[in-house]
């Protein structure tokens, strides 16, 4: 008897795939495993099965078969179990295991035709820990030598060698056929899963690339909060206390409206600082227009600053009168700094249909249009405007003063 069947074998763990849950799961592989402990375990039955079963050779050549065939169950679940689960990656340990098995395996062949049954559990394992080149040589000595060495020792008739001879080169081809086959499917499918978690690393590093973009983008942003609100309010601040200081001694009257004015900036910074915490509007803003936040944010300068409101107003977007809020906030306190004791400032905003325009014009000192650009006001002003679709721009010159000008889009449609 020499019958020969080679079964497909599973897919191989693929270890080097990362699943959605960012982990490798060692186990999938194991649990698809267990099918395969099963077949082992019913072709080696079978086997057993039909050896005490048949009429020839007599028993003891038979029950001598059967217990080294048993001997393939211990040497299966301690080398052979370990060698495939660990995909055939200890070549040393793979080769261990078949060259025992085939010195259980093949003097049972040689003994009685049936044991070449146990041929359908073992022919896979070639395949799944040797190389394609390997597996064939593996699985040519596994059908054919068994053949031989039966037919050397038992003389059968001329007709049953060749018939047994012609099975197991028949399986041998069929083996070869299929074993390439799945193991070029194993190939792509490990191909297929390095690409996977390519991509899955490519998409975790572009999550990480856009959170850290977003909090960038945060903190910029804070920064520009920070310094259109609290830096600017302790620098009014700073300025009050240098004023109350020199009128201390002549201008009381005077001193205590600075005093004042003082402590009406500090609530200011005290509420923004909480708006900021909450993630609110900013504390000018809140329960009020536009034009009447800009009207308190002006009369907190010193001196007053005038506004002018012209076109109809009406109720913006939340963050569009944040961005012209705080261009007023940054052109005053650029003024106040810049442009000289007790210049004149007039903030002027223009509804229009489409466009909202706010401009803060100073008539302190000016500077040069091509001066180098220090601190970061201009520049989050800008980018206010830009974040907005709006456009911001900035004229002036020595001795005439400074106009800090932004637009901003009404509508969606009208947005650049």
């Known amino acids: ?40 375990a019913v072709v080696w039955a079978a086997t057993a099965v039909f050896l005490l079963g048949a009429a020839e050779p007599p028993a003891p050549y038979r029950l001598t078969a059967v217990g080294l065939l048993a001997l393939l169950v211990p ?13 055939g990656e200890d070549l040393r340990r793979s080769t261990v295991y078949l060259a025992g ?25 070639c395949f ?51 074993g390439g ?38 903190r910029e942003r804070m920064s520009r909060e920070i310094h259109d609100t609290l830096a600017q309010g302790f620098t009014s601040l700073l300025m009050l206390v240098q004023a109350v200081q020199s009128e201390l001694d002549h201008d009381l009257p005077e001193a205590r409206r600075h005093l004042e004015l003082m402590a009406v900036t500090a609530r200011q910074n005290l509420a923004e600082a909480r708006a900021l915490v909450a993630g609110g509007a900013p504390a000018d803003l809140d329960g009020g227009s536009l034009p009447e936040a800009v009207r308190r944010l002006a009369a907190r300068h010193e001196p007053p600053a005038a506004v002018a409101v012209t076109g109809p107003v009406r109720p913006l977007p939340p963050a569009l009168e944040v961005v012209a809020l705080r261009t007023c906030q940054e052109a005053l306190a650029n ?42 006001g201009l520049r989050g002003l800008r980018a206010r405007a830009a974040e907005a679709g709006g456009t911001a721009s900035v004229t002036s010159a020595p001795g005439l003063g400074t106009t800090v000008s932004v637009t901003l889009p009404t509508d969606p449609g009208s947005a650049p």
């Open 335 to 376: 003024a106040a700094k810049h442009a000289g004791p007790g210049a004149a400032v007039r903030l002027s905003l223009a509804y229009g249909d489409h466009e909202l325009t706010v401009s803060v014009r100073d008539g302190g000192r000016g500077f040069a249009p091509d001066a180098p650009a220090r601190g970061f």
């Open 75 to 87: 040497w299966y679940a301690v080398v052979g179990r370990p060698a495939i689960l660990g995909e």
């Open 128 to 178: 799944m820990l040797l190389s394609l080149r390997r597996a064939m040589a593996a699985s040519a000595v596994l059908n054919l030598v068994p053949v031989a060495g039966w037919a050397l020792i038992w003389r059968p008739p001329a007709h049953v060698v060749f018939f047994n001879s012609v099975f197991a080169v028949v399986t041998l081809v069929f083996s070869a056929f299929f």
């Open 181 to 218: 086959w799945i193991i070029r499917i194993i190939e792509q499918s490990r191909d297929r899963a390095r690409l996977i978690a390519e991509l899955e690393a490519r998409r975790e590093e572009v999550a990480r690339l856009s959170a850290e973009r977003g909090a960038l983008a945060e």
């Open 101 to 125: 098995a085939m010195a259980l395996f093949l003097p049972a062949g040689f003994l009685a035709g049936e044991t070449r049954l146990a041929t359908f559990a073992l022919a896979p394992h």
């Open 1 to 40: 008897m020499s019958a020969h069947l080679h079964v497909e074998e599973p897919p191989r763990r693929l270890t080097e795939f990362a699943g959605s849950a960012g982990a490798r799961d060692a186990h999938v592989w194991e649990r698809a495993f267990r099918p395969w402990d099963l077949y082992f």
